[in-house]
């Protein structure tokens, strides 16, 4: 049985004790295939889980006290390293599983998305972070920035109250798939990410104004704005999806 025992405040603890979210976590990881690596495995309540599969599954736990229980608890298919999550590089076409410490979402999500080698990841992130990673009431840099790459898909919500100790907000489920047939190359990476971070910072009324500031030709951006209008209010940068990002990049002034 995982150790249910509060987690460490300083390292931004919260274990999840719900068993349909367990369960739900390890069906949505059975179904990709690959090698499991869980960031931050804390008390072990999904890596116990994880097992389950019988699958290759790595573990990275920066409290050392909590990775040394758990590995005298674990399956001998599964590895506990200590280590900073940050730090750390999954193997190849890796599945990534994580109960992502709420207070370094953002630094976790940009490590991850930054490392090239693993190929689908299943996270319990803030609800209004899960939310607009995956487009959903409107989208964030971060996620325009890697849309051409990765999709981002929102499974559900999670209640607080399925944590101990329990938050002060919900989870979410968020899954980040590598995308087989890319929107873009790889070598157009950083000057599309630039791209859309002058869009982000711009001003101007509406975005078919934006986008013609930023070397998007007028019929095109007309046409983009007109795609996402859902109602008299100006569509803007955040209601754009990936393919108007690939499309206003693609066709440059």
């Known amino acids: 049985m995982?150790?249910?025992?509060p987690g460490r405040h300083e390292l931004g603890q919260n274990f999840l004790t719900d068993r349909s979210v367990l369960d739900?976590?390890?069906?949505?990881?059975?179904?990709?295939?690959?090698?499991?690596v869980e960031w931050g495995t804390g008390n072990g309540a999904?890596?116990?889980?994880?097992?389950?599969?019988?699958?290759?599954?790595?573990?990275v736990e920066i409290d050392s006290r909590r990775a040394a229980s758990l590995r005298r608890r674990i399956a001998s298919h599964v590895?506990?390293?200590?280590?900073d999550i940050l730090r750390h590089a999954p193997p190849q076409d890796a599945v990534v599983v994580s109960n992502v410490p709420f207070h370094l979402t953002t630094p976790i999500l940009r490590h991850l998305l930054a490392?090239?080698?693993?190929?689908?990841?299943?996270?319990?992130?803030?609800?209004?972070?899960?939310r607009k990673r995956a487009g959903v009431g409107g989208t964030t840099q971060l996620t325009a920035q890697w849309w051409p790459w990765f999709t981002f898909t929102l499974d559900r919500r999670v209640p607080s109250t399925a944590f101990r100790p329990s938050p002060n907000v919900d989870g979410g489920l968020l899954l980040i798939d590598r995308r087989r047939d890319p929107l873009l190359p790889e070598s157009e990476l950083r000057d599309f990410q630039s791209r859309?971070?002058?869009?982000f910072a711009s001003r101007g009324r509406g975005v078919a104004e934006i986008l013609r500031r930023n070397g998007t030709p007028a019929a095109l951006a007309d046409q983009i704005a007109r795609r996402r209008r859902r109602s008299q209010a100006p569509v803007l940068p955040r209601d754009?999806?990936?393919?108007?990002?690939?499309e206003a990049y693609a066709v440059r002034l």
């Open 240 to 246: 754009l999806r990936a393919e108007d990002w690939v």
């Open 79 to 83: 590895c506990i390293a200590e280590g």
């Open 24 to 36: 739900r976590i390890v069906h949505l990881a059975s179904q990709r295939p690959g090698p499991l």
């Open 196 to 199: 859309v971070a002058r869009v």
């Open 2 to 5: 995982p150790d249910v025992r």
């Open 46 to 59: 999904i890596t116990l889980a994880l097992a389950e599969l019988g699958r290759p599954l790595q573990g």
């Open 115 to 130: 490392v090239q080698t693993w190929r689908h990841a299943v996270l319990l992130t803030q609800w209004e972070v899960a």
